[in-house]
């Protein structure tokens, strides 16, 4: 144990040494926004050096002249005029590998889940850039996730990028629990931007359990950390994803949630004075998007597959995050309240969701299957009002009368119990059996 004290003491002390090292004082504070009198570089990490011998850590989001735009990474209610500023010359790394699984990091990759120091890492720069084009493999094989309504109907594939859209409580980060505890994928890496702190807890010990948390790598940043924290959090996250990948892995990562990442942003952008523009979203929230979600999917070698929530602002599947993420993934899965609300789990609303890659992925007689299975929910959906009323007549139309009949089938493959894993193949094999005599 001390010679691992003594390695990480080093490492440390490595890692930390500055390209070249420069001191400034701060002049003003704009909200979010240190201005400090100090040459600086955009990214260049600083350290604002209290009156109590404190270091408070900040990164320069701009510059002009020798007068630098610094956000920190943590509150800092007591920054006056005239307190010193050391620039170090560096962009912000952390570290990455196999050290990280079972642990619980922030974005800078400091501890804390009180298990002590990580074990020797290497560090790996926060900004990545996503793959070549021409350099990315081709979504070839299943991804499967455990879970009957997904692996059946919403076949994914391994490198495939998912949003799963859904209102507060539907139940969203809790099938991305029991997604990681039963998900073939080699190493799992989750980003938990923007959460409330008693929930950390709950998800990590009830979702997550000590099987899912054991090949996991938690990032986490709670709504009271502040806007540089929380991006560079989910930043962190997807830099040790692609390390894993750039090692020929196959990487599940999970984001919970993009809106919380995008609202992070906002804050900053509006900080620096971008024009807001739809609901007060600034142009450079959909460019961090953009190339947050690029940066995931095939390379040459390794995978990673993205599991990514946005929360629906008032359940509306058209408000601007929602409808910038559908564009940018390769499916999406859409979570109903209603459903919810009647203890359907998991809340799939499957006539809502699509994934991209399945009619490449699937089998013949799966991707017939899903056809069926689909057009018997379209046939329902025609009548379900007049059901809900109570004046549906049967005989009026063989199709939904077929469907209504089929309705209770249908709803039990859909259900899935927690800690219940279903193999790919007898999911696949029962969809195919349970659509195999309909007319639809």
Not at 11 to 27: H, M, N, T, W
Not at 405 to 428: A, D, I, Y
């Amino acid at each position: 144990m001390d010679l691992l004290l003594d390695w990480n003491r080093i490492q440390k002390a490595l890692d930390e040494l500055p390209l070249f090292r420069v001191r400034g004082k701060v002049r003003s504070s704009r909200g979010l926004i240190l201005s400090c009198r100090i040459p600086a570089a955009v990214g260049d990490q600083c350290a604002i050096e209290c009156d109590d011998g404190r270091r408070l850590l900040g990164e320069v989001i701009g510059f002009a002249g020798d007068t630098a735009d610094v956000v920190l990474y943590e509150s800092g209610d007591d920054i006056h005029p005239g307190m010193s500023v050391m620039n170090d010359g560096r962009s912000l790394t952390v570290p990455v590998g196999m050290g990280l699984l079972g642990r619980v990091v922030d974005g800078l990759g400091r501890p804390l889940d009180e298990k002590g120091p990580l074990p020797p890492c290497p560090r790996r720069r926060v900004m990545t850039s996503a793959p070549a084009p021409m350099r990315r493999a081709r979504i070839r094989d299943v991804f499967v996730t455990g879970q009957k309504p997904i692996d059946g109907m919403l076949t994914c594939g391994r490198g495939q990028r998912v949003a799963i859209f859904a209102g507060s409580g539907v139940g969203k980060s809790t099938l991305l629990g029991e997604i990681t505890k039963g998900a073939e994928a080699d190493i799992v890496v989750l980003a938990l931007i923007g959460e409330r702190g008693r929930e950390v807890k709950p998800f990590l010990e009830d979702c997550l359990g000590p099987q899912g948390l054991a090949r996991s790598a938690v990032f986490l940043a709670t709504c009271d950390h502040t806007p540089l924290m929380r991006v560079r959090t989910a930043q962190a996250a997807l830099a040790a994803a692609c390390h894993f990948r750039d090692e020929g892995k196959h990487v599940l990562l999970m984001v919970d949630s993009l809106t919380r990442l995008a609202m992070a942003q906002r804050e900053l952008g509006l900080a620096l004075r971008e024009p807001p523009s739809a609901r007060s979203y600034t142009p450079s929230v959909f460019q961090l998007l953009a190339n947050y979600v690029e940066s995931m999917g095939n390379a040459d070698i390794g995978s990673i597959t993205g599991l990514l929530t946005v929360l629906v602002d008032g359940d509306d599947l058209d408000e601007p995050i929602t409808d910038a993420v559908r564009s940018f993934v390769d499916g999406h899965i859409v979570l109903d309240r209603r459903l919810g609300e009647k203890g359907h789990f998991p809340a799939i609303a499957i006539d809502k969701s699509v994934s991209r890659v399945a009619h490449e992925i699937a089998a013949p007689d799966h991707r017939e299957a899903q056809r069926r299975l689909r057009a018997m929910m379209a046939a329902y959906s025609e009548v379900e009002d007049l059901i809900r009323l109570g004046i549906y007549q049967p005989g009026s139309a063989k199709d939904s009368d077929l469907a209504v009949k089929l309705r209770p089938q249908v709803l039990e493959f859909l259900r899935q119990g927690m800690n219940e894993r279903s193999r790919f193949e007898t999911t696949r094999d029962r969809l195919i059996r349970l659509t195999a005599e309909w007319s639809f």
